[in-house]
């Protein structure tokens, strides 16, 4: 007979409770990630299933809803029944505040209005944090973003279709054509909005194939109202699947539907793409993003650090924004590195740990993604030789490490599988699907794995931003 869940009744304390969590979540997660961002959360209240905890800042909020939501949920019930809930507490650093305490439910979304769930037999795969609140506008995205908003309101009725969404790496694109589909839901939870990028799209095309279920497939996206596609450019060279995503593109452009796609060139310039889908791109409204001007860049890191919880002076501000140019990825992955340095060496940001940090980013630029650099940082990370992933060696071992590269280099690169293929001593499209398909399951099963796999993606992306 299990026993009687934890309770205030029980005369069991907060602190007993959160240990025992504790407990639980140091089994499923790396050390460093343990004593970073678990071990500063204090127990503040146990009142019946409810268990409040004090976190440092919005931050901790956020990280840990995005990486962990899952696990702390699953361990709360376990230790406080199916009824347990925790509420995170944000206490205000100023002493002798008058002002009371936030405080943020685990189970609902940070810093933003919540979209209502759209009733759908499918998951619409659109982040919640994407939207027009919090995507800064400049003139690099002014169009764009006009653009986005005024299809949010009229999906599908506008001249804009399909909205056609180009720049660089890391300039907002995925943030603002998700906007969109969120504002939408937002308006009309009943509408069928799918989100995915090509990759993605090809993936589940072969599988298709190999399944004789093209049809199906084909269906299910010609009855979506709003079909977003990411990285668009991503087809090049795949013909078969160009073929499919013409007649789907057909289809639902003649019956009104809205088309939104991203690419980081303009449809003209996507060379080896068929010339019948370019013309179809160039059919609505085509929006560059260019990299923000300084007084853009200052507004979003005001943005960003106020939404992490961090307070920086504008002196500190400005000389993140003059140092740091490029794209607002690199500018964000600053501050969150700014705030893991602080945590982790226990200082106050300024302006000696500014100028740190903002080095260690900008001495890293000079290193490109290619498939041989992501398989030395996996290697490396996983002490397996380098060379025994392009064998036909079969140990476990090896075999993960040859998985997890491909997977990321289908990620992170434009090579199709073939190349991907050949640079893991010539081996067919087929194994990569299967690579990617295998890492994907584990990513959704493990979450230890899923911590492994983000932190190689991140010191890859990192090394080249």
């Known amino acids: 007979m299990n026993e009687k869940p934890a309770s205030a009744e029980t005369g069991v304390d907060e602190n007993k409770i959160w240990n025992e969590c504790l407990t639980i979540i140091k089994e499923n997660v790396p050390f460093i990630t343990f004593n970073t961002w678990f071990i500063p959360i204090k127990p503040l209240k146990l009142i019946s299933n409810t268990l409040k905890i004090q ?100 999906p599908g009725t506008t001249s804009f279709n399909p909205l056609f969404i180009y720049g660089g790496v890391g300039l907002g694109k995925t943030h603002l054509i998700q906007a969109i589909g969120n504002r939408i839901l937002q308006k009309d939870p009943n509408k069928k909005v799918i989100y995915l990028s090509s990759d993605i799209f090809t993936v589940e095309f072969v599988e298709a194939i190999q399944t004789n279920k093209v049809n199906e497939f084909s269906n299910f996206y010609k009855n979506m109202d709003v079909l977003i596609i990411d990285d668009i450019q991503f087809l090049i060279g795949k013909e078969k699947t160009q073929d499919l995503f013409f007649h789907i593109f057909n289809t639902l452009h003649q019956s009104g539907k809205q088309i939104i796609l991203s690419s980081d060139k303009p449809p003209k310039d996507l060379k080896g793409l068929n010339e019948r889908l370019v013309s179809r791109f160039q059919w609505g409204l085509s929006a560059d993003m260019q990299p923000p001007d300084f007084e853009t860049r200052i507004a979003i890191l005001k943005n960003k650090s106020k939404s992490y919880g961090i307070e920086l002076s504008n002196d500190i501000i400005e000389f993140i924004a003059h140092n740091i140019t490029s794209n607002i990825r690199e500018m964000e992955g600053c501050l969150i590195k700014l705030l893991a340095n602080s945590s982790l060496s226990a ?33 490396e990370y996983l002490t ?82």
């Open 384 to 465: 397996v030789d380098e060379n025994k992933v392009r064998e036909k060696n079969r140990k476990k071992e090896v075999v993960l490490a040859r998985q997890i590269a491909m997977y990321l280099s289908k990620r992170l690169t434009q090579a199709s599988l073939k190349t991907i293929g050949l640079h893991f001593g010539g081996r067919d499209h087929s194994t990569v699907i299967h690579a990617y398909n295998s890492i994907e399951k584990s990513l959704s099963e493990d979450i230890k794995f899923k911590e492994t796999v983000d932190t190689l993606r991140s010191k890859i992306e990192l090394s080249a931003a």
């Open 347 to 379: 200082k106050e940001i300024n302006f000696d740990l500014v100028r740190k940090t903002v080095k260690e980013i900008s001495s890293s630029r000079t290193v490109n993604i290619s498939i041989d650099y992501i398989t030395k940082v996996v290697c």
């Open 55 to 154: 976190v440092p800042n919005n931050f901790f909020i956020e990280w840990i809803d995005g990486h962990y939501n899952t696990l702390i949920t699953k361990t709360i019930k376990q230790v406080l029944g199916d009824e347990g809930e925790l509420v995170y507490v944000i206490l205000d650093e100023k002493e002798n505040s008058e002002d009371p305490p936030k405080i943020e439910n685990i189970n609902k979304p940070v810093f933003i209005e919540e979209v209502p769930e759209a009733k759908s037999d499918f998951n619409s795969n659109i982040n919640p944090r994407y939207i027009f609140e919090n995507f800064v506008q400049g003139e690099g995205n002014q169009l764009a973003r006009a653009a986005a908003y005024a299809i949010s309101d009229k």
